[in-house]
C-alpha cells in the first residue's frame, strides 16, 4: 500500500513539474493542444466556495478552523458573440493572475520533491498560464433544457479539477453539468476568495493518513450534493437556480479521487452511477449496487492486485494495454514529453477517454445507449472491455 501511494505520488510530481510547451494561435478561441469539445453545447465554467459548518479543518490547529472547499462548475451554456475564453487556471479570488497561480503550483512541488530540478519560473510554467480552454467564464446557463444531469468530480492528489479539462469540457458540452471539486491539502494549490492559498500537504505515507487521504475527499462529496440541492433551490447568482437535475447524479474521479468517488458513493444514495480511474478501492468501501465503471491502466492493476472493483450490481472493467495512470488527465495531449501517458497517441488516448466515460453517463444517466459498453468496439479497437449484471 505505501509503495502505492508512493508511486502516485511521484507520477503526479513529474506531470506538475515537467516542462510544457504550449502554441497559441492568436487567431484561435482556445488553446491549441485542447481539443474541441464534441458535443451541441458551448460551456460555461464559474466558481463557488463553500464552508461546511458541520466538520472541522482537521489540517490547522486553530478549533473554530472549518472545512471548506472551492469548486469549478463547467455547465452548458449560451455563449456571447466575441466572447473570451477561460484561462487554463482561474482564481476564485481575482487576486492572482493564472500564470502567478500555475508558478504557484510548480512552487509547491519543488518544495515537495527539492532535487527534481525544475524552475517555477521559467518560461514554460508562464506559458502554461496563459493558455485557454473552451469555456467561457460566467457565461448564461443554456436556455435548450429546464435542467440538466449532474456530475462531480474529484482530482489525482497535487492535481486541481482544471487539470482534467478535457474530459469535463466534453461531458459539459454533452448536456452535463459537471463539479470539480478541489481539496483543499490535497488538490495541488487551493485559492480561496480572501486571497489566501492552500497548499498540498506532505504524501501520505502512514496507514492513518491513507485513510484520511479517502475519507476526507469523500466526505466533499457528500458536502458538495448537499449545497448543490441549496444551490438549486435559490442560487444567489441567479444562474443554477431550478437549472440541476438532482434526480440525475453521478460521481466520477482520477487516483485519489477515483478512490473517494465510490467510497462517497457508497455513504449517499443520491449518487445513480460512478466512475472510476485507476482509483483503488477505499477503505470501509462496501461494494455498490448501483451501476460503476473501473476505466483502468496496466499499471492500476499491478499496484493493486486487483482485477476490478467491488461490486454488487451492474460493474464494468475497462482497460487498455497502451494507458498508464496519467492517461486520464490532459497530460498525453501537452506538447512536452510526458511521463507516464501510457504508449497510444495522446490524441487518441483523450479521444478514447472521453468516449467511454460519456457513454457510460449517457447510458445510466440519460438512458441513451450508445452500445460502446456492449462488448469489443472496432471503433476502438486499443480498448478491452468486461461487464457483470448488465442486461
Given at each position: 500500500m505505501r509503495r502505492y501511494w508512493l508511486m502516485l505520488s511521484a507520477l503526479i510530481a513529474l506531470l506538475s513539474l515537467a516542462p510544457v510547451s504550449l502554441a497559441q494561435d492568436p487567431q484561435s478561441t482556445a488553446s491549441t493542444f485542447l481539443p474541441a469539445p464534441t458535443g451541441p453545447y458551448q460551456i460555461g465554467r464559474t466558481s463557488r466556495h463553500w464552508v461546511d459548518e458541520s466538520r472541522h479543518e482537521t489540517f490547522t490547529e486553530d478549533a473554530d478552523d472549518h472545512r471548506e472547499i472551492v469548486v469549478t462548475i463547467w455547465y452548458p451554456a449560451d455563449v456571447a458573440v466575441n466572447a473570451a475564453p477561460a484561462l487554463y487556471f482561474a482564481d476564485i479570488s481575482g487576486s492572482m493572475g493564472s500564470e502567478a497561480?500555475?508558478?504557484?503550483?510548480?512552487?509547491?512541488?519543488?518544495?515537495?520533491?527539492?532535487?527534481?530540478?525544475?524552475?517555477?519560473?521559467?518560461?514554460?510554467?508562464?506559458e502554461?498560464?496563459?493558455?485557454?480552454?473552451?469555456?467561457?467564464?460566467?457565461?448564461?446557463?443554456?436556455?435548450?433544457?429546464?435542467?440538466?444531469?449532474?456530475?462531480?468530480?474529484?482530482?489525482?492528489?497535487?492535481?486541481?479539477?482544471?487539470?482534467?479539462?478535457?474530459?469535463?469540457?466534453?461531458?459539459?458540452?454533452?448536456?452535463?453539468?459537471?463539479?470539480g471539486i478541489n481539496h483543499p491539502y490535497y488538490s495541488g494549490?487551493?485559492?480561496?476568495?480572501?486571497?489566501?492559498?492552500?497548499?498540498?500537504?506532505?504524501?501520505?505515507?502512514?496507514?492513518?493518513?491513507?485513510?484520511?487521504?479517502?475519507?476526507?475527499?469523500?466526505?466533499?462529496?457528500?458536502?458538495?450534493?448537499?449545497?448543490?440541492?441549496?444551490?438549486?433551490?435559490?442560487?444567489?447568482?441567479?444562474?443554477?437556480?431550478?437549472?440541476?437535475?438532482?434526480?440525475?447524479?453521478?460521481?466520477?474521479?482520477?487516483?485519489?479521487?477515483?478512490?473517494?468517488?465510490?467510497?462517497?458513493?457508497?455513504?449517499?444514495?443520491?449518487?445513480?452511477?460512478?466512475?472510476?480511474?485507476?482509483?483503488?478501492?477505499?477503505?470501509?468501501?462496501?461494494?455498490?449496487?448501483?451501476?460503476?465503471?473501473?476505466?483502468?491502466?496496466?499499471?492500476?492493476?499491478?499496484?493493486?492486485?486487483?482485477?476490478?472493483?467491488p461490486s454488487l450490481g451492474v460493474n464494468y472493467v475497462v482497460w487498455s494495454d497502451g494507458f498508464d495512470h496519467l492517461s486520464f488527465a490532459d497530460d498525453p495531449i501537452w506538447p512536452a514529453p510526458m511521463p507516464l501517458v501510457g504508449s497510444l497517441d495522446g490524441m487518441r488516448t483523450v479521444q478514447i477517454v472521453r468516449a467511454y466515460v460519456l457513454a457510460?453517463?449517457?447510458?445510466?444517466?440519460?438512458?441513451?445507449?450508445?452500445?460502446?459498453?456492449?462488448?469489443?468496439?472496432?471503433?476502438?479497437?486499443?480498448?478491452?472491455?468486461?461487464?457483470?449484471?448488465?442486461e
Open positions: 497561480l500555475a508558478v504557484l503550483l510548480i512552487e509547491t512541488w519543488v518544495a515537495l520533491v527539492p532535487d527534481i530540478g525544475i524552475d517555477a519560473h521559467g518560461p514554460e510554467v508562464s502554461l498560464g496563459r493558455s485557454t480552454t473552451h469555456s467561457f467564464a460566467d457565461a448564461p446557463i443554456s436556455a435548450a433544457q429546464p435542467s440538466y444531469p449532474v456530475l462531480v468530480f474529484s482530482p489525482g492528489f497535487g492535481g486541481p479539477p482544471e487539470e482534467y479539462t478535457v474530459q469535463i469540457e466534453e461531458l459539459a458540452s454533452h448536456g452535463y453539468i459537471v463539479v494549490v487551493t485559492l480561496f476568495p480572501d486571497g489566501h492559498a492552500v497548499t498540498v500537504t506532505d504524501f501520505p505515507s502512514s496507514r492513518t493518513e491513507q485513510r484520511q487521504a479517502q475519507t476526507i475527499p469523500a466526505s466533499d462529496f457528500i458536502f458538495t450534493l448537499d449545497e448543490l440541492e441549496i444551490l438549486n433551490a435559490n442560487d444567489p447568482a441567479g444562474v443554477f437556480t431550478g437549472r440541476l437535475d438532482l434526480t440525475r447524479i453521478g460521481v466520477f474521479g482520477h487516483s485519489l479521487g477515483g478512490a473517494a468517488a465510490p467510497l462517497a458513493a457508497s455513504q449517499d444514495k443520491r449518487v445513480q452511477a460512478v466512475v472510476t480511474e485507476d482509483g483503488m478501492p477505499a477503505f470501509d468501501y462496501e461494494p455498490l449496487e448501483r451501476p460503476i465503471m473501473l476505466f483502468a491502466s496496466p499499471s492500476f492493476f499491478e499496484m493493486t492486485g486487483l482485477s476490478e472493483f457510460f453517463f449517457d447510458k445510466y444517466l440519460k438512458g441513451e445507449n450508445s452500445g460502446l459498453l456492449d462488448g469489443p468496439s472496432d471503433e476502438y479497437p486499443e480498448i478491452e472491455i468486461r461487464s457483470q449484471n448488465t
